[in-house]
């Protein structure tokens, strides 16, 4: 699809494109609401709402913010995002455990 097209039928495609998009955010944002009513133990219930709000801000920043039809950089600058994210939500954990290993 070319980057700048204004006819008729792209706009439609787009259109659609940004519903479908709409529609699985709200589909998104009502399994987490399903999801909180569910008994699960404390790390379970975090990981899942940690999945479904990657998942919706995924979807936010390639069609929202047109972050899918960006360059090789974009994708490696958001990669490196992800590895920062992954060491920054782990060093607490690793911290008790390396604590719990040397008593």
Do not use: C
Request: glycine letters at 2%.
């Amino acid at each position: 699809m070319e980057a700048h097209a204004h006819d008729a039928d792209s706009i439609r495609r787009q259109t659609r494109i940004y519903v479908a998009v709409f529609g699985a955010l709200a589909v998104l944002t009502l399994v987490t609401v399903t999801v909180s009513y569910l008994h699960l133990s404390t790390p379970m219930a975090i990981l899942v709402a940690l999945v479904i709000a990657s998942i919706k801000g995924s979807l936010v920043a390639a069609y929202f913010m047109h972050l899918i039809s960006e360059r090789k950089a974009i994708y490696g600058i958001l990669i490196l995002t992800v590895v920062f994210f992954a060491v920054l939500m782990s060093t607490p954990s690793l911290s008790a455990w390396n604590q719990r290993m040397l008593r």
